[in-house]
Structure formats: structure tokens, C-alpha cells
């Protein structure tokens, strides 16, 4: 009986020891989870003082129109993403650092110099070599990349290389397809035979896939840019007929 007793005592101050241990340990993972999500928590507070901005350059520039950006609140939201970057080193923090840096260059009327404009652009293409190496199914960036390179190199390899990186990752993304066009005239010079020959099947698809080809017309800007998107479009029925009316909208004699 006593024995008994004594075994029941011993148990209970077993499961008792195993239960402190349980909780201390649950309570430990508890605090290291906290730890951890940390920087995380951080990088994303800090991102979000930057979205307004982000959203007033990015509309400045696809709307032509809403609120400018001024140079005080530009500052400011670099400053955020800079600190976001700092907490949180993920590709989603570069690649949205590089947009708004982008955008700020790119934007006329801050009052700013060229040589800022250039530190501004040479930063935006060093986050996006370091967010497109650990997320590089991203288009739209590289097509940034590919625009960037555009402005500090002129036509180059560099310029080549992330432009088709672009058109790999998201052929079909339509709202970049001015952007990749215009580059395209811009770079024909530095694309290789094979490149080339991808490029026009690439052409050639955003033509039958557009609902207005209007924008075709708004891209070219000399008979060298025309006479590309003939050549693209050569084997296209009635594609000749329709880019020169289109041509004679955008400019009525």
C-alpha cells in the first residue's frame, strides 16, 4: 500500500516536471517566433510609410495626371524603404525600394540634378540585381532593369540580356508591351540572329493579341521604328494595310 502510494507521488511529480518543461519550452519557442517575425513586422511597417508615394509615382506615370509626388515626401519613402530593406533583406524589399527610386528619377520638375538623378537610377539597378537574383520570375522588373540599364548604359548587352529575361518570365503581361517595343527599336542593333528571330514571333503575338493596335503607332517614332514593325509583321494578313491607317490617325495630314 505504501509502495503504492509512493509510485503514484513519483508519477505525479514526474508529469508535473514534464508539464513545467512542456509550457517553459512552448514558451521559449514562443519568444524565438516573436524574435524572428521581428524584422519581418518591422520591414513591413516601415514599407508601408512608402506606399502612398510608390502610388502617386506610379500613377503620375501611367495616368499622366493625380498628384505629384514632391521631393520632401520622395525623400522620406526612400528613407522608409531603406530602413524596410535594412529590417527585412528580401527580394519584395529591393524590387519595391527599385520602383520607387525609379519613379523618383524619372519624375521632372523636383528641382533636382542630373548627377542625383543617375545616383538614384544606379541604385534602383543594384536592388534589382539583387531582388531579381533570389525572385527572378519577375517581369515587370526586369523590364525595369532593362529601362534602367536603357538610361544609364544606352543600347548594350546589359540592356539585351534583361529585356529578354522580361519577355521569358511574362509574355503576356500587356501593360509593358509599349515599354519592351520601344527597347526593342532601341537595342535592334545588339540582339543577336537568334535573338532577333524570337523577338519577331514575339512582335507578331502582341499584335494578334492586342484589341487596339494603336499603341503600335505611339512606340514608333521614326521610319527606322516603322520599317521594323513592317518587317515584324511582313507575313501577317492585311497587318501592312492596318499599321498604315493606323499611322495616318496619329498623324492626319
Known amino acids: 500500500m505504501g509502495s503504492s502510494r509512493s509510485a503514484r507521488r513519483g508519477n505525479g511529480i514526474v508529469v508535473n516536471s514534464l508539464s513545467w518543461l512542456l509550457r517553459g519550452t512552448l514558451a521559449l519557442a514562443g519568444v524565438i517566433l516573436a524574435v524572428q517575425a521581428w524584422p519581418v513586422a518591422r520591414g513591413a511597417?516601415?514599407?508601408r510609410k512608402a506606399d502612398a508615394v510608390v502610388t502617386?509615382?506610379?500613377?503620375f506615370s501611367e495616368l499622366h495626371g493625380g498628384p505629384r509626388a514632391q521631393l520632401p515626401d520622395i525623400v522620406a519613402a526612400i528613407?522608409?524603404?531603406?530602413r524596410a530593406a535594412a529590417a527585412d533583406p528580401v527580394a519584395g524589399r529591393y524590387l519595391q525600394r527599385s520602383e520607387l527610386v525609379v519613379g523618383a528619377a524619372l519624375t521632372p520638375d523636383?528641382?533636382?540634378t542630373l548627377d542625383q538623378r543617375v545616383v538614384?537610377?544606379?541604385s534602383a539597378e543594384s536592388d534589382l540585381v539583387a531582388g531579381l537574383g533570389a525572385a527572378p520570375a519577375r517581369g515587370v522588373a526586369w523590364a525595369r532593369l532593362a529601362s534602367v540599364r536603357q538610361g544609364l548604359q544606352g543600347t548594350s548587352r546589359g540592356v539585351v540580356d534583361a529585356l529578354m529575361m522580361s519577355i521569358d518570365t511574362s509574355p503576356m503581361l500587356s501593360t509593358i508591351w509599349p515599354a519592351r517595343l520601344q527597347l526593342i527599336f532601341d537595342n535592334w542593333v545588339a540582339f543577336t540572329p537568334e535573338e532577333r528571330e524570337q523577338l519577331g514571333a514575339y512582335v507578331v503575338m502582341t499584335w494578334r493579341l492586342s484589341a487596339d493596335r494603336l499603341w503600335f503607332t505611339y512606340v514608333i517614332r521614326s521610319p527606322v521604328d516603322e520599317l521594323l514593325v513592317r518587317y515584324f509583321l511582313r507575313d501577317e494578313p492585311r497587318a501592312q494595310e492596318e499599321l498604315a491607317a493606323l499611322l495616318a490617325l496619329k498623324n492626319p495630314k
Open 56 to 59: 502617386q509615382l506610379r500613377n
Open 120 to 122: 538614384w537610377l544606379r
Open 79 to 82: 528613407g522608409a524603404l531603406d
Open 110 to 112: 523636383l528641382g533636382i
Open 45 to 47: 511597417w516601415e514599407a
